[in-house]
């Protein structure tokens, strides 16, 4: 098998996950990160089960369930605490668990560290200037004045890409949805054992355990643009809107402290036009596909990109160009089906949808996504 060697630029989930397996497989990886600290923020994320699988690529299974939470599925409530039914969630492979939530902080270290135990190169607080490609390979020079020549890039450097601002011409801006997120991570209550969606409200709210006493909370509002919240306000501002709900959002009201982390922000869209591959550069992850939290996928479908991107270019015989339209063919509807679905369920929500119509539009996305990719 051909070893290429690959420039990541953006080590997120998406780009540390082609990096794992494309450093598991023999290439020659160099990963480069803008952020100085490789940080991400303190929020948990959800962990479905099609992204389970993705992970299972990785052999990531054991340590999400070990340092997270498997919560095998998910309770739909009126926003009063009213049960309504369970998420219609399918189980995707025998022993493969229906769903799960871990922090973002933990999952960034634990795939950190698998980067480290390949020995891949990671250099921080490092971005790419110039990307200037040939039939054979591409020049890159970074922002610290290095150069480098590589076989492939893959720009992972999401929503705001460089590498799809320097290397496709036709890039589109991020499309606001009308909608916010405020988000909080805090100690679990004591009888949470699955994810909980709260629907029926203009808010609509859902909950996802990350370990074994640590759970988020996202609030979904209608935002207009104008709202702008300090960090001191956060945690008033948020108790205020949840000030109608019942069940586990009204024990986070009166449970919540100023020392949990609290965020919120506006959300924004956009599926970028196809190919995501031009010649030898590749977009992967949000840079390629920036969705909203409505389905809990984007970091699944930016982990699946991975998992992808290094089978298409471990086939024989097949040129490196090829390759990355063979990626992109297999990712694009997935991808945009999670992006549109994700955006008409935001657009349902601000409409007053009934929570039957859209915990419906949810299962039948979920179900979509359990198909093998
Ligand atoms: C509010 C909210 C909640 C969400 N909840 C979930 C969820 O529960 N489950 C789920 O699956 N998905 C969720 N998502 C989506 C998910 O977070 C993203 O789809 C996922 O993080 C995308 O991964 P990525 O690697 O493409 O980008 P990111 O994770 O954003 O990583 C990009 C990396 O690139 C780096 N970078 C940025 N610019 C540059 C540059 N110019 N040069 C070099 N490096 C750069 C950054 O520092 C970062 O490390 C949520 C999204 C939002 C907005």
Known sequence: ??????????????????????????????????????????????????????????????????????TNGAKIFNYDGTYLKDLDEPVLEEGLPATGGIMRPVLHELMQKRIRALDIPVHLGVTVDSLIQDEDGVDVVFSNGQKGRYDVVVGSDSINSKVRELAFDNSQDPIPTGQGCWRISMKC???????????????????????VDEMYMWLLTPDDGSLWVKDEEAMEMLSERLKDFGGTPKWIRENMTKDDWINYRPLAAVLQPGPWANGRIVLLGDSAHATTPHLASGAGMAVEGGVVLSQELNVEGVSIQDALMAYNERRYSRCRDVVESSIAIGQKQLEGGDPDEVGDLIGAAIHRLAKPF
């Open 1 to 70: 098998m051909a070893r290429h060697k690959v420039l990541i630029v953006g080590g997120g989930i998406g780009g540390m996950a082609a990096a794992i397996m494309l450093g598991k497989t023999g290439h020659d990886i160099d990963l480069v990160d803008i952020d100085p600290d490789w940080r991400v923020y303190g929020a948990g994320i959800t962990i479905t089960g099609a992204t389970l699988r993705a992970y299972k690529h990785l052999d990531m299974v054991d340590d999400i369930a070990s340092h997270g939470a498997i």
């Open 189 to 211: 209550p004591p009888d949470i054992k699955r994810s909980e969606f709260y629907f029926g409200h203009k808010y609509t709210a859902g909950i996802t355990r990350c370990g």
